[in-house]
């Protein structure tokens, strides 16, 4: 049985050619970069490249990207980093309720700090509400973070227009574009955010690697001391196959997204117009134009998540339900509920996300699939079709 991988958001398989990059720095350049013979300077210049093309794929500068151990990372030094350099400023954050736990769970953690954090509501298609985001801000406000797309519903955020009105205000802007980096065109000078977080394995590099976007002037503080690495703002010896793949990554995605973009979007629309002929009362979750071109989620009623994803993978279908860190748990989605969308429903979500190697026949295969294990399940469903269900519209 083929397997059918349609789980890209929550991590890709690493490109042939970003591998092939790496090797070499497992074995023959195994030096240290902060040494000075020969050896350790090609490593060292090897990491600078690397920094030169994530910089150049964001229209950044070298000195501005830092990199990391991944998107976690880089969330955790923007929020805590621009925290406690500007404790004295003032204490308050604003954030959406829609974010990464990456960010949320720093966020709580902030609170416990002393920090006042703001959870900005979305609308039903998970964008933030701009209104209440520009009312919450205060003198108090040091840290705006909202992230550039969701990696559950695909949904984009205006981004842009958020930035103009930090920047009137002198608040610091972050945004986690970890799903949407690779995908379509970044430029962190026409976005205007001070703070941006990426990581390798969302873009068909490798994991444990990824980078935060500073921009020039900002002052962070460290959360790893030790050496004087990364600019003294993250101390430990570099990961240098990682960022040598983190850089490869960017290069291949800057040549491919175009085309990929296109590519993706007829197969999602394919997907979603296939289940919806053959399932009855499928609702879509997401915007209907601004998100992401290879992420789908659904929701199917009367079945739950859960169930689907183990039946679909006896056929052979990765897919998700919710986030991968969620979906170990029985709670709904934190995305869904904040969209308005009712627990009893929410439970019944799936999530395809699209990539590289997904095709038409992959796409064709989970159609033919999806129906007969929903149909299965909805007599067996503890809900049952015939449950009350409420008000929600879809
Ligand atoms: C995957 C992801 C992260 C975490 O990145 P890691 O490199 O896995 O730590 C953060 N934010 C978003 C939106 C993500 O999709």
């Not at 979500?349 to 699209?354: D, M, V």
Request: glycine share 8%; proline share 4%; charged share 25%.
């Amino acid at each position: 049985m083929k397997r059918i991988y349609l789980d890209y958001a929550a991590t890709t398989p690493t490109h042939p050619e970003v591998i092939k990059e790496m090797f070499p720095f497992f074995s023959e350049v195994y030096g240290n970069p902060s040494s000075i013979y020969q050896l350790a300077q090609k490593a060292k210049r090897a990491v600078e490249e690397a920094r030169e093309k994530v910089a150049r794929f964001l229209n950044a500068k070298t000195e501005e990207i830092i990199f990391t151990s991944g998107g976690t990372e880089a969330d955790n030094m923007a929020l805590k980093g621009i925290a406690f350099a500007n404790k004295k400023r003032g204490n308050h954050i604003v954030t959406s309720k829609i974010e990464h736990h990456a960010v949320l769970n720093t966020c709580k953690w902030l609170e416990k700090q002393g920090f006042k954090v703001t959870y900005i509501p979305v609308d039903r298609y998970g964008v933030v509400d701009f209104d209440e985001l520009r009312k919450s801000l205060t003198d108090k406000t040091i840290l705006v973070s909202v992230m550039y797309a969701n990696n559950e519903v695909g949904t984009i955020e205006p981004i842009s227009e958020i930035a103009r009105i930090t920047k009137e205000r002198g608040i610091y802007f972050h945004t986690d574009a970890v799903q949407i980096v690779g995908k379509i065109p970044v430029d962190v000078e026409k976005l205007g955010v001070d703070l941006l977080s990426l990581s390798a394995h969302k873009l068909y590099g490798p994991k444990g690697v990824g980078a935060l976007y500073m921009r020039k002037g900002v002052r962070i503080s460290s959360l790893i001391h030790g050496g004087h690495h990364e600019r003294n703002k993250r101390a430990g010896t570099e990961n240098v196959p990682g960022i040598v793949g983190l850089g490869k990554a960017c290069e291949i995605a800057a040549k491919e997204m175009a085309t990929e973009e296109k590519r993706l979007k007829i197969l999602r629309d394919r997907l979603y117009k296939g289940l919806n002929r053959r399932i009855d009362e499928i609702f879509f979750n997401g915007h209907p134009q601004n998100r992401l071109p290879g992420i789908l989620n659904i929701c199917i009623k009367y079945v739950e998540g859960e169930s689907m994803l183990i039946n679909l993978d006896l056929e052979g279908v990765c897919a998700s339900s919710g986030s991968a860190c969620t979906s170990s748990s029985l709670e709904p989605s934190h995305v869904l509920l904040a969209m308005g969308i009712p627990p009893e429903v929410a439970h019944g979500s799936l999530r395809f996300s699209l990539g590289r190697d997904t095709t038409e026949g992959d796409i064709d295969r989970v159609i033919e699939v999806l129906p007969p294990i929903v149909e299965k399940l909805r007599v067996m469903s503890p809900f049952g079709k015939k449950a009350k269900s409420g008000e929600y519209r879809g």
